[in-house]
């Protein structure tokens, strides 16, 4: 799992990359709002019809070696994105990137499932290497682009040579016949915990793409809304969106364990209603008090985000790849899809006006959830020795191991 989540970590740099070079095009090549969101867009579109047709794929097929060959590709976009003037190609660029993110995401979910063996803990993990990943972007893109320009943007392509290595190593630690299974799933799980819930997997959906439109909103903008709130320079801007992708790095983590205590859905409403008023703050509180906002409004948008994954694989026990490919892409991308009417808003108005609509979206995310219930999930299948959420080390009867 730490292989995994280190190898996730590498190819979410090229997510929050995407966001943290919207203000150097602005800067360099003079773009407005609209045609900078447009950069945004450009990496999620594809990303968003692509991810769930991968996800359907790996529910017949398992593929591994995607992991390897879609970090790569993901790093080549980003790469090549600040090469040349053109806008076009540019796009281009950065939708190469979205398509490798795309292709990565479920099959890498359904293999962290495998090697957590269902744990919401172990999932966490897993997705607190892409919550770090997303962190750590505004800070190696600073590092690139402040010193060498646009130009400088094929050394960001680093970070997806380690991710490739990472994903192999980690391939290789985990049984063949584990990896090939396409789901984790017991024997005699046919029944009531083997159905697939879509009624309730389309409202988790709808809440996840409320979600989706805040964090890729103010993914793309916070920077600049920050430089002119707090009356700072490109640091105040990067540092605002490092604190937003940072705060992955706790919310993550602990989703995994506050769901072990009080439950998965209790405690993705709770987040929602949290930002609620985060974003409220981000929007309205001038000043270096908006960083503080900008850090709740991180804590509320992960604290659900590995939890979102989990739930969706368990409304759709027999579709995980699918469950997988909505849940971590095409929801998550959809807001890539909103940030060019909040570009072409704050071009017709101002920044704030176009930011303070994401007030309202986790109001109606909470609202979806509201009437979920806890799904009806298979047996967890730890092997002998292997702990549990709970910190218990079951028996090794036939039903708590792993079909080979």
């Keep these: 799992m730490g292989l995994l989540s280190l190898g996730h970590a590498c190819v979410d740099v090229y997510q929050g990359a995407v966001a943290a070079l919207v203000p150097y095009f602005v800067a360099e090549r003079a773009y407005g709002y609209a045609a ?13 019809v692509v991810q769930p047709l991968f996800g359907v794929l790996t529910d017949r097929w398992p593929m591994p070696w995607l992991l ?69 972007a505004p800070l190696l893109v600073s590092a690139v682009v402040a010193t060498g320009g646009l130009r400088a943007s094929p050394l960001l392509f680093l970070p997806a040579l380690a991710g490739t290595a990472l994903c192999v190593v980690a391939l290789r630690r985990i049984a063949p016949t584990a990896v090939a299974s396409p789901a984790v799933r017991a024997p005699g799980t046919e029944g009531a915990a083997g159905r697939d819930d879509w009624a309730s997997f389309a409202r988790l959906s709808g809440a996840v793409v409320c979600r989706s439109i805040v964090f890729v909103g103010l993914s793309a903008f916070v920077s600049l809304y920050v430089r002119q709130r707090t009356g700072g320079g490109e640091v105040s801007g990067t540092v605002a969106l490092f604190v937003l992708y940072l705060g992955g790095a706790v ?80 929801t998550v991308s959809v807001g890539g899809l909103a940030s060019p009417l909040i570009g072409a808003a704050a071009d017709a108005a101002s920044l ?40 218990t080390t079951p028996a090794a009867s036939p039903s708590s191991r792993t079909p080979s």
């Design 251 to 330: 919310g993550t983590v602990a989703g995994g364990r506050l769901a072990t205590r009080f439950g998965r859905l209790p405690v993705v409403r709770w987040s929602y209603a949290l930002t609620v008023l985060a974003v409220a703050g981000v929007v309205f509180v001038p000043g270096p008090p908006l960083y503080l906002f900008v850090a709740l409004t991180s804590a509320g948008l992960y604290v659900p985000f590995s939890l979102h994954v989990t739930l969706g694989q368990d409304y759709l026990p027999r579709r995980m790849g699918t469950a997988s490919g909505v849940t971590l892409g095409l």
């Design 352 to 391: 704030q006006a176009a930011l303070a609509p994401l007030i309202a979206l986790p109001a109606l995310g909470w609202l979806l959830l509201r009437p979920l219930e806890e799904p009806v999930t298979p047996e967890r299948l730890p092997g002998p020795g292997v702990a549990t959420d709970a910190g």
């Design 68 to 136: 390897p060959v879609a970090v790569l590709v993901g790093g080549s976009g980003v790469a090549l994105a600040g090469v040349g003037d053109s806008y076009a190609l540019t796009l281009l660029a950065v939708a190469v990137s979205g398509i490798g993110v795309a292709a990565y995401h479920p099959e890498a979910a359904r293999v962290a499932r495998v090697a957590g063996r269902g744990s919401h803990t172990a999932m966490s993990w897993f997705s607190l290497g892409g919550n770090l990943g997303f962190a750590v």
């Design 36 to 48: 900078a969101s447009g950069i945004v867009l450009a990496a999620s579109l594809l990303s968003s």
